[in-house]
């Protein structure tokens, strides 16, 4: 912790980089006439502490909270702020320079020891690299053609993204101020409480609610490079609102949306990865949909439901296993989605698989999901679907 000034307020030359930038904002709002002292100085590193450092809001709610102790101060709080953080760009340049090194470190646990790097310093080369390159771009590459750091970058930012599956109207009905249904025992009463006076008329409408949503991920040999991103989405779907289950296949069918319920990503996918017997080997799409279908599906798992498969179609088993799978699943759900990576950006992409072939003509709609914008696509798709 930075020692104290002679004014009060800790030397900004102490500590890290993140904790020299809140001194240098405290002195700040201390010259613009705001009582600050080392002991709010600090209270806002402490709440800070466990706060998004690149995120505008955090830092200003914080710093009011420990920082402004009168109600006058807080339109000079404002200016300040503006000033400080708005201003100039090398402070919040700081901030996501310093945050991105901190992701990187977090989310080393989420690579595969095979593909980490050898030391801190071609880590830190790395997140540099990584700094000065485009965030679209990145977003655009390819999780095969991705570094270890880019693809740690790539899954924080996917860890933030929220699922909304569409919704549909169900037979039950609520209080509405208007519509076409009028709402007759409510306006019987309220003429009944007015003694038999005309009452308003009031009006129901059917009540919507989300649609439940299935992911189905193929986690076999030739999905390698996609299957750990892919279940890094279905942990961030895992936690939208709504119904989600996760299943993962390779030579037969896993149910893991237990494994992904917990509030870290890292210990959610170790536990996915032990749910799954045979992560990385064959591949039987038909036989695994079959199961799905014949255990979940008839049970009303995906009735009226979004259905999202994500697989390169490379199936090793009968073909017309998969047609058949296809067939009952597309008329169990209300709309299927299938991801391939080996879409690509193509748009005129035709498939040359025989597993896709059987596939296709039971999907509404096909998506990549080679890259982290493909899945961005998707989660924007989603509730348009009613």
């Known amino acids: 912790m930075p020692e104290g000034g002679r004014d009060g307020v800790p030397e900004p030359g102490a500590g890290t980089p993140f904790v020299t930038l809140l001194v240098s904002f405290s002195r700040e709002l201390r010259a613009a006439g705001v009582a600050v002292g080392s002991g709010d100085v600090l209270g806002y590193c402490a709440a800070m502490a ?31 702020f503006r000033r400080f953080f708005l201003g100039g760009a090398e402070p919040v340049r700081e901030l996501v320079t310093l945050k991105a090194r901190v992701e ?5 646990t989420l690579v595969a020891p095979a593909t980490s790097p050898d030391g801190e310093g071609d880590e830190e080369e790395a997140v540099l690299g990584w700094m000065a390159s485009d965030v679209e771009a990145l977003k655009r590459k390819s999780f095969a053609a991705c570094t270890p750091a880019e693809l740690a970058a790539l899954r924080r930012i996917m860890n933030r993204i929220r699922l909304t599956p569409p919704r549909r109207r169900t037979r039950r009905t609520v209080p509405a101020r208007s519509g076409r249904a009028p709402d007759l025992r409510r306006t019987v009463r309220e003429t009944m409480r007015l003694h038999g006076e005309p009452a308003e008329l009031y009006f129901r409408r059917r009540r919507s609610r989300l649609r439940p949503m299935i992911l189905i991920l193929d986690i076999s040999g030739s999905m390698a490079d996609y299957s750990r991103n892919l279940l890094q989405f279905a942990y961030s ?13 390779g030579t037969r069918l896993t149910r893991v949306t237990k494994a992904l319920a917990t509030r870290r990503p890292d210990d959610a996918l170790e536990r996915a990865a032990r749910a799954v ?8 799409i038909g036989e695994s949909l079959d199961t799905f279908v014949r255990d979940w599906g008839r049970r009303g798992m995906c009735r009226g439901g979004v259905v999202v498969i994500c697989s390169d179609g490379l199936d090793r088993g009968d073909p017309g296993v998969l047609a058949a799978a296809m067939e009952r699943l597309s008329r169990q759900c209300h709309t299927l989605v299938w991801m391939n990576p080996h879409k690509g950006s193509n748009a005129n992409f035709r498939p040359s698989t025989v597993g896709m072939m059987a596939a296709a003509p039971y999907v509404d709609v096909l998506l990549s999901g080679h890259d982290l914008s493909s899945l961005e696509e998707l989660a924007a798709l989603l509730p348009t679907l009613n």
Not at 104 to 108: K, L, M, P, Q, V
């Open 50 to 80: 466990p706060l998004d450092p690149t995120d505008l809001i955090d830092l200003y709610w914080a710093g009011r909270v420990t920082l402004v102790a009168k109600r006058d101060d807080i339109a000079v709080y404002d200016q300040v």
């Open 104 to 108: 990187a470190e977090a989310d080393a």
């Open 237 to 249: 779907a895992n936690r939208a609102a709504g119904r989600v289950e996760v299943f993962c296949f």
């Open 277 to 284: 017997f045979d992560w990385e080997g064959g591949t039987r």
